[in-house]
């Protein structure tokens, strides 16, 4: 996974092998709607 830096964060005094925290957070959302029935799906 390639991240970038924010602006405020100085990473110019990192060398290679460094340990970095990197918290990570992936949203989702769903939206649940009733089924059509079958007399109102033959209407359409």
Do not use: C, F, H
Not at 13 to 35: C, F, H, K, M
């Amino acid at each position: 996974m390639t991240v970038k830096a924010p602006a405020d964060v100085n990473i110019g005094r990192l060398n290679v092998g460094d340990q970095v925290l990197l918290t990570y957070v992936e949203e989702l959302a769903i939206s649940v709607e009733p089924a059509a029935t079958k007399k109102s799906a033959k209407k359409k």
